[in-house]
């Protein structure tokens, strides 16, 4: 959204986060709505613990633990391309900008997967309350999830075959820190959803 | 003050206005802060256009009478947004037809509380019901429309090219932000309890809160705005441009 826009003053002070100063609000705002389904999430488990524990046993934890391996190695490489960013690097950034992507695609397979298991399963939002938290959480990390592989292929048919600068860096920097992000959630999900036990 | 910008702020205040009218009568008076369950029955709903017709009636009244303020508010924040994208004009009239848009639901739902406190007696207790719900349906899933606004005027301040810029960076993402958490009510229409019915913690308490904090929180910064465009065209003017004998820069430039 920042097509052209150099480093903003701010970012040159060296406690000045990276990327887009402003997306920090909306990390900030999303991370806060998110911290809130997990506390309604943590509060509707206490009055049905017998239920969400039944219903959390027909998740598979090893396909969750996998969908973090995919997410954790994509993350990793989008580390790659910041710092390819930063050494001006043109080829090495496109090439962990590819990397991050392919990782990425695997969650996006294996969520679908899973899904598509579930709904076949006659398992789907209206199920019980722990599967209308566990399809509307997921859904809306995966809404993330998606608009974040988007802004990653946009990200690298904009750097490629224009020479690194600090009008790169900014969109990579930016697109690295919303790409974390939706790591974080999802390593909050995780565990509240396929591994708590009652 | 020049005439010109006399009449931006006139129109940027239309939003405090407006959401003051909407908390007062179509909140307070229209019993919608908060709403009433999803899964409370048809006899209570009935109840209430009953008992309270009068009151709902003048709520809404009022409340249709001055949406139309949010589209003027919506013309102020496209004026600023205008100066930001410069000749292209594409962003500040997607926010425009956002916000004028934005009305209609406003408008639409309105009517159906209305239609509800009209003649309560005659009608059935489910039917009493069903215009109550469909109300809510249509002013919560009508969102996208005002997510077109917030979406367009995000992306506009965020290019802007200035080294202050006139609207701050985290506001324009804290808009986006809001426009796109609006998704949210997709989820309202599949749950009669919990968080994502329509008077659920998410899908109510904190949607309209979080636009109750942006709505305020853009005006304060678009009359600032609107302080700066016009130091600064008053800058421009008197340093001699346009041609001097021009003694005030009323037309725009």
Redesign the interface.
Known sequence: ?????AP??HQKGAAAPPG???????LS??IF?FG?FFL?FIFERAQAVTLFEQSRLLLDPWTGLLNTFFLLTSSWFMVGAVEAAREGRAGRLQRYLVLSFAAGSGFGVLKMTEYVEKIRGGIS??TN?FF?YYF?FTG?HF?HYLVGMAVLALVFFKVRGRPAGPGNLIWVESTACYWHMVDLLWLMLFPLLYLLRA | MLDEFKYWRLCAWAGPLFMAVFIGFWGLMGFNLPPFSAALPAEDIGHYFRENANTVRLGMVIAMTFAVLYMVWGLAIAKVVERVEGESNILSTLALWGAGLTVVPILVSCSGWLAGAYRPEALSDPVLQLLYDWSWLLIDLGYSVTTLQMLAL??AF??D?R?HPLI???????G???GV?F??EC?MP??KS???ERAG??NFW?EFS?WFVWCPTLTFYILAAIKRLEAEKLERHAAGRPPAGVVLPQAAE
């Not at chain 2, 701050?168 to 804290?174: G, I, Q």
Request: hydrophobic share 65%.
């Open positions: 959204m920042t097509s052209h826009a903003s003053p887009d100063p402003g997306i920090w609000m909306f705002a999303d709505m809130l309604i939002m209206l309350d209308m509307v809306v809404l | 995000g992306v965020l290019s090219k080294e701050p960076r985290w506001l324009a993402w804290y986006i932000w809001v958490s998704a949210a989820l599949f749950f919990g968080p994502f913690l998410l904190i979080v």
